[in-house]
């Protein structure tokens, strides 16, 4: 018997409202999904974005820090997430504040941090919040100087969430629900940004959006006074009582110390050159100098630097020794020689003027002192101080130590355009620009170089003259992006800490051995902490018994004597001074080891075959001196 086919039942009709509600439904998925995808867009960009600037950086991270950076985009995506939910609601006033909140944010916590990572290779975290807080002025004038290419970072992040923003209450507007929610997490999730402490964050192991919300909250903690961490201020020094001293220099003599600031050594002659173009001025007024042309700093921060130069000591001493050590104004005082220090700096910055109130001087004047109007960060200008400082050290009993310090070359450069030769220049921060801000910085060199020069023919024509021995140096150097970075203060490679230095010593004042060690000096691995003892070997104080204790703590070596090789810290973190970025390492010879907090590895350069510091020859190449490190600092700087 043939089959008999099944015949099924005809469908029931769908109705239009069934249809209608299908419809619906399919429509809310895909508006559930784009809502979605709108608030999370903006950590998206921001993750890509960080990934392309140190995508290296962060796959080298290790699982724990791996983990925290997962976490750092959990809060990231909270914070956009419910920010953008509630800014882009329909309807009531509050979608405004919040728009505005939004709109704000994308400028600084995403162009801001943009900006930052541009000039220093790393972002604005606590420990920079903490040490830019003190001198906020500066920071304040920095930015301005530079305002067209910090526009540049800001305004496209804010300008593209305002876009999101508007596109998201067209396409995307969230339900009454979603908004409740997003009006609970969104304080909630800002708190847990500002307030909880992730050390794991100064290895910057988390977005930067985060990072810097995390540095707000670190800054507003101190103000409240509920953090332990303290500003970045140094306090007023409390030198050691010094005995009568007596000196017993070989040769009759006086000591000028002349300090610029912020020069590199390949921008400044140190050896006789008569084809030298940013300092042409030094160069001819000095032609009989000892060239010291490896000299390098011990601390890319002029803080630092300088309080190494004047006292001998080494930067990772403790706080209480730096501020009882004396310094060289204080051992000439004592040794009954005159003292002066003149400097077109404003002493105003961190506090400086505090911490060198007790010096032992007959003369002093700083940048307010030359002009009342002096900007913070160029000072008052150089050929003032040399001016005074002439007068000054006509005024002084021989024999005496003075110091004429020149600031003009830091950022953001005073320059003279009817004299200056390097073209072309401008003073942008645009990366795609740094030949021309490298000119404008050569530029300020050679307006400064012209101070330096007429200092030392003045010098030269006073009765005190033949008998004064000159020393020549800057604080330290200045990158521009050789390693990424822009300026100072950002790592101990040796843009930033190898500096010109030279003595000049007029006929009679050096004797035969005293010459020979300056000769055989000029080509050696030298740093600023040779330079204390030299002067202090200059005026016959070196080896005073009263100084025994004094002396235990300067690593240095005076360079008028055989050369002896040490190793030497390298550190931009002092305990006056604070850690606006943990960087450090060790120099013995040409051997020179180096990290940075966000690359978790030593790094070793051999200076004499690689002195731009591009083949990295491993930690082990650099012999005991990651472990002395180590030993000395407490830590690895990642730690």
């Known amino acids: 018997m043939p089959a008999i086919p099944s015949i099924s039942a005809p469908a029931p009709p769908v109705s239009a409202r069934s249809r209608r509600v299908t ?71 509050l979608r405004w504040i919040a728009a505005a909140v939004a709109v704000f944010a994308a400028a600084w916590l995403v162009g801001g941090q943009r900006y930052f990572f541009d000039q220093y290779v790393t972002y604005l975290n606590a420990d920079a919040a903490a040490f830019g807080a003190s001198v906020g002025r500066s920071v304040v004038n920095q930015v301005a100087a530079d305002a067209g290419n910090f526009l540049r970072f800001l305004l496209p992040p804010a300008a593209l969430m305002a876009v999101l923003i508007v596109a998201a209450r067209r396409l995307a507007a969230p339900r009454r629900t979603h908004a409740l929610a997003a009006s609970i997490a969104w304080p909630v999730t800002l708190v847990l940004a500002l307030v909880v402490p992730w050390s794991i964050r100064k290895a910057q192991a988390a977005t930067p959006d985060v990072i810097f919300l995390h540095a707000l909250g670190r800054v507003a903690a101190m103000h409240a006074g509920v953090s332990k961490a303290q500003w970045v201020k140094p306090a007023a020094r409390k030198p050691d009582y010094l005995p009568a001293l007596s000196a017993a220099p070989t040769r009759p003599r006086n000591v000028l110390l002349v300090l610029t600031e912020s020069e590199r050594h390949d921008v400044v002659c140190s050896a006789r050159d008569g084809d030298c173009r940013s300092s042409p001025h030094s160069d001819a007024a000095a032609p009989s100098r000892f060239p010291l042309r490896q000299l390098r700093s011990v601390a890319s921060t002029t803080a630092i630097s300088e309080m190494v130069l004047w006292s001998g000591v080494s930067p990772v001493e403790s706080a209480e020794a730096l501020r009882t050590s004396p310094m060289l104004w204080d051992y000439a005082h004592a040794a009954g020689w005159e003292t002066s220090y003149t400097t077109s700096q404003n002493l105003d910055f961190a506090n400086a003027r505090e911490f060198l109130k007790e010096l032992p001087l007959k003369h002093r004047a700083d940048a307010v002192d030359l002009n009342a109007s002096s900007d913070q960060d160029i000072g008052a200008p150089d050929e003032l101080a040399t001016r005074l400082g002439l007068e000054h050290i006509a005024d002084l009993r021989e024999p005496f130590y003075a110091v004429v310090h020149h600031s003009n070359t830091h950022f953001p450069y005073r320059i003279d355009l009817a004299h200056a030769p390097f073209q072309p220049c401008d003073d942008t921060k645009d990366p ?16 400064s170089d012209r101070a330096v020069g007429d200092l030392v023919r003045g010098v030269r024509a006073l009765p005190s003259g033949a008998r004064t021995v000159i020393v020549f140096t800057s604080d330290h150097g200045e990158a521009f992006r050789e390693h990424g970075q822009l300026g100072h203060t950002n790592s101990v490679l040796d843009e930033e800490l190898h500096v010109p230095g030279w003595i000049d010593a007029p006929p009679g004042t050096l004797g035969d051995e005293e010459a020979a060690a300056l000769r055989a000096a000029s080509d050696a691995y030298v740093t600023h902490l040779d330079l204390a003892p030299t002067m202090l070997d200059l005026m016959g104080l070196w080896d005073a018994p009263e100084l025994a204790r004094h002396r235990a703590r300067m690593i240095g070596r005076s360079l008028l004597r055989p050369l002896r090789e040490t190793a030497v810290p390298l550190t931009n973190c002092a305990a006056v001074w604070g850690c606006p970025f943990r960087n450090w390492g060790m120099l013995r010879g040409p051997m020179k080891l180096e990290a940075r907090q966000w690359d978790p590895d030593w790094h070793c350069f051999d200076l004499r075959t690689d002195p731009r510091e591009q083949h990295d020859l491993g930690a082990a190449a650099c012999g005991d001196l990651a472990p002395t490190a180590a030993k000395l600092f407490g830590r690895k700087p990642w730690e």
């Open 432 to 447: 795609e620009r740094t030949p021309e801000l490298f000119s404008y910085y050569r530029n300020s060199v050679y307006l």
């Open 23 to 93: 419809t619906l439904r399919a429509l809310a998925r895909k508006r559930n999904l784009l809502r979605l995808l709108t608030v999370a867009l903006p950590t998206a960009a921001i993750v890509a974005t960080d990934l392309a600037a140190r995508g290296t950086r962060l796959l080298g991270l290790s699982a724990g820090h791996k983990g925290a950076l997962l976490l750092a985009m959990l809060e990231s995506a909270l914070f956009w997430g419910s920010l953008l939910t509630l800014a882009s609601r329909r309807r009531g006033p």
